[in-house]
C-alpha cells in the first residue's frame, strides 16, 4: 500500500505542487526541504480536512485570497483520492493526524485600553468524559442463579472495577455469547457442573480434566479468557473461562448498561496512562504538563505551563509524544497518515532519541495490529542526524521536496561510483582518495591503461581535476549552473591546502596527508597549530559530506539544499577572501 504522489493547490505559500515519492508504510519518512519551501503548508493541507472537506481559515488560503480554493489529492495505491471544499476522498479510506508544537500567540486587553502579548501552549484535548457508571453484581446472586455448584464460580467484584477489564473484552463481540445454539452449549456446561459434588477446589479440577475443550469451543469465552490470562488477572485456565462465563452473562442482562461500564473504565485507564505519559517526562522539582478535566465541555485536556517556563526542547518533546498516544488510542481499522510538522527544531540529543523511539514504537504497535500508518516527518534537517541515533538506517527513507537534476554532476557521480566499485583497480582507488578528492602537494597522474573507460579522460591528471573543480566553485560563486558535487571537493582540498601550509614540520605534513578524511586532518593540525580559522570547521557541513558510492542515495539535493543558503555562500565567499583574493 504506497502513497506514489501528494498534490497540493493554493495552501499558504503554495499555489500547486506535486510531489512525486514512493512512501511505504509502517516506515518513517523524511520529507526534507530549506525553509521557506512550504513544509508548514503541506500539514496545514492534511490540518484542514475533516470527514467530509477541506475547511481553511482565511490566513491559509493561498495569498490570504478565498477565492483561492483549496485542494489536496493522494495517490493510494495507484488511485487518486482528493479533497477540496465539497467532499473527502481521502478520509473516506485514511485515517491523518497532523502533529505540531502547539505554540501560539495570545493578546490580553489591559484596563488602559491597550494589550499584551505572549506565547502559550495549546492545550491538547485528549477525550470525552463519560458518565461515571458500575455494573451491579453481587456473587451470591450469581452462584445461586447457577446452581448447586455455584460455588465453584470466582468472585468478580474486584476485576469489575479494575481498567484493564476494558481491555479484557477488547477483540470480543459479546453479542455473539447470546446465540441460540451457544446458550444450549452453556446450559449443556453448567448442567455437568451442577451434577458433581465435593468442594470447589474438586470440582473446579474436574472442569480442567473434562470440559476445558468444550469451553474452548464458545468463541466469546475463548477469546475473553485468553485475554484474562494474558494480562495475569487470574490464575488457570479454568479460572479464566469462569470468570469469562460471569462477564458474559452480565452483559446478556444489561448490554447498554455493560457498555457504559467498560466506557467509564476505558476513560480511566487512559487518564492514568497519560498521567504516567506526562511524569515520566517531568524531573521531580518542576510538572512540565498537568491533566485537567473541563466540567463544563466534559473533556480531559493535557495543560502546559506558560510557554516561557518551559524549554520547546520540552515544549516539543512532550507535545508529540501526547498526540502521537492520542492518535494510538483513537485509531479505527483505516491506515493512518501521521504529519509531524518540523517539531525538531529544539530537541538535544536525549530528546531527539526519545522522539525516535516513540515514532518506532508508534509503528510496530499499528504492524502488531496488522494494520499500516505513514508517518511523515517534515524536516528542513540534515537527514543524518537521525542515523546517528535509534533509526534503523535501512527503514527510514528520506525524500527531499526539492530534488533537482543530477545532470551537471554525472561525471562527479561516476567518478565517485568508480572509486567505490570492487572491479577498479585498488592502486587506482588508492590514488583517486589521496590526490583526487583531498589536497596533496604532490600532482599524481594515473596512465591511460589505468584509468577507467568511464570517467573523463581529461582527469587523469589529478591537477586538471582540482582545476575543474576550481572552475565549478567560481561558477557557484557567480551564481552560474555549477557542479555541486564539484564545489565540495573544491571546498575540502581548499581548506586542506591552507592547514597544510600552516603546519612547520615535515613529521607533522606527512601526518596530515596520511589522515583519510578533511575532519581528522583538521583535528590533527589543530593539536600543532593554535588558531586554525573557526570557518574551516564550520564549512565542514559542506566538505564532510559523504561522497561514499550508495547505489539511489540522492548526493546532489543535500548539497545543493546547503549550498543555497546565503549564510553558507557568505561563509565560502569569506574562505576566498581570506588570502585576498577569490577562490
Known amino acids: ?318 507535545t508529540l509524544v501526547v498526540q502521537m498516544h492520542k492518535a494510538l488510542y483513537e485509531g479505527s481499522k483505516k491506515p493512518l497518515v501521521l504529519v509531524i510538522d518540523e517539531v525538531f527544531d529544539y530537541l538535544d540529543d536525549a530528546n531527539l532519541v526519545a522522539f525516535q523511539y516513540y515514532v518506532t514504537s508508534l509503528i510496530q504497535e499499528y504492524k502488531n495490529r496488522e494494520q499500516a500508518v505513514y508517518p511523515l516527518i517534515l524536516t528542513h534537517l540534515d537527514p543524518g542526524i537521525f542515523f546517528d541515533f535509534c533509526f534503523n538506517n535501512h527503514q527510514i527513507r528520506t525524500h527531499y521536496l526539492q530534488a533537482t537534476s543530477s545532470k551537471k554532476c554525472r561525471d562527479m557521480l561516476k567518478l565517485i561510483e568508480i572509486r567505490e566499485n570492487d572491479a577498479t583497480d585498488q592502486s587506482v582507488k588508492d590514488h583517486l582518495d589521496e590526490f583526487w578528492f583531498h589536497f596533496n602537494p604532490i600532482s599524481h597522474e594515473i596512465s591511460e591503461g589505468e584509468w577507467p573507460n568511464a570517467l573523463k579522460a581529461e582527469w587523469r591528471k589529478s591537477e586538471d581535476f582540482h582545476a575543474y573543480v576550481a572552475d565549478e566553485l567560481g561558477r557557484y560563486m557567480r551564481s552560474k549552473n555549477f557542479d555541486a558535487l564539484a564545489v565540495c571537493v573544491a571546498i575540502r582540498v581548499t581548506i586542506e591546502s591552507r592547514v597544510y601550509s600552516l603546519l612547520v614540520t615535515n613529521e607533522q605534513k606527512e601526518k596530515f596527508i596520511s589522515e583519510h578524511s578533511t575532519k581528522k586532518k583538521l583535528n590533527y593540525a589543530a593539536a600543532h597549530i593554535p588558531d586554525i580559522p573557526e570557518i574551516y570547521f564550520l564549512l565542514g557541513l559542506i566538505h564532510n559530506a559523504n561522497l561514499h558510492w550508495k547505489q539511489g542515495k540522492d548526493y546532489v539535493t543535500p548539497l545543493l539544499s546547503k549550498l543555497s543558503h546565503p549564510a553558507i555562500k557568505n561563509l565560502i565567499a569569506i574562505l576566498g577572501c581570506e588570502s585576498g583574493g577569490e577562490i
Not at 500547486?16 to 519551501?37: D, I, R, S, W, Y
Not at 465539497?86 to 491523518?96: A, G, P, T, Y
Not at 453484581?137 to 481498567?163: D, E
Not at 451442577?194 to 470440582?203: F, L, S, Y
Open 1 to 318: 500500500m504506497c502513497i506514489s504522489a501528494i498534490e497540493i493547490k493554493n495552501v499558504k505559500g503554495i499555489d500547486h505542487k506535486q510531489f512525486t515519492l514512493e512512501l511505504m508504510p509502517n516506515k518513517p519518512n523524511l520529507l526534507v526541504a530549506p525553509n521557506g519551501f512550504g513544509k508548514s503548508s503541506i500539514a496545514t493541507a492534511f490540518a484542514s480536512m475533516n470527514s467530509r472537506r477541506m475547511t481553511l481559515a482565511d490566513n491559509d488560503h493561498h495569498k490570504e485570497d478565498t477565492n483561492h480554493q483549496p485542494e489536496l489529492s493522494i495517490t493510494f495505491n495507484g488511485q487518486i483520492l482528493t479533497a477540496d471544499a465539497s467532499k473527502n476522498e481521502i478520509r473516506q479510506q485514511i485515517d491523518v493526524t497532523v502533529i505540531r508544537s502547539g505554540l501560539v500567540p495570545k493578546a490580553t486587553r489591559t484596563y488602559q485600553g491597550g494589550a499584551t502579548a505572549r506565547l502559550e501552549i495549546e492545550s491538547i484535548a485528549i477525550r470525552k468524559i463519560p458518565a461515571k457508571h458500575s455494573v451491579t453484581y453481587q456473587t451470591s446472586s450469581v452462584r445461586s442463579a447457577f446452581g448447586v455448584n455455584g460455588k465453584v464460580l470466582p468472585n468478580i467484584s474486584n476485576l469489575l472495577q479494575n481498567p484493564l477489564l476494558s481491555e479484557v473484552v477488547s477483540g470480543c463481540d459479546l453479542a455473539k455469547y447470546n446465540g441460540a445454539r451457544l446458550q444450549q452449549n452453556v446450559s449443556s456446561l453448567i448442567a455437568q457442573i451442577n451434577e458433581q459434588t465435593g468442594t470447589a477446589d474438586q470440582i473446579d479440577q474436574w472442569i480442567t480434566e473434562n470440559l476445558l475443550d468444550d469451553f474452548r469451543a464458545i468463541t466469546p469465552l475463548k477469546v475473553v479468557s485468553e485475554n484474562l490470562l494474558r494480562l495475569t488477572l487470574v490464575s488457570t485456565e479454568t479460572e479464566a473461562y469462569l470468570t469469562s462465563y460471569q462477564i458474559a452473562e452480565i452483559h446478556k442482562a444489561d448490554s447498554k448498561s455493560f457498555e457504559k461500564a467498560i466506557n467509564w473504565l476505558q476513560y480511566i485507564a487512559e487518564k492514568k496512562y497519560y498521567q504516567d505519559l506526562i511524569q515520566s517526562f517531568c524531573s521531580s522539582n518542576w510538572q512540565w504538563a498537568k491533566l485537567s478535566e473541563d466540567k463544563k465541555k466534559k473533556t480531559l485536556f493535557v495543560v502546559f505551563p506558560q510557554a516561557h517556563q518551559l524549554s520547546n526542547g520540552q515544549r516539543d518533546v512532550l
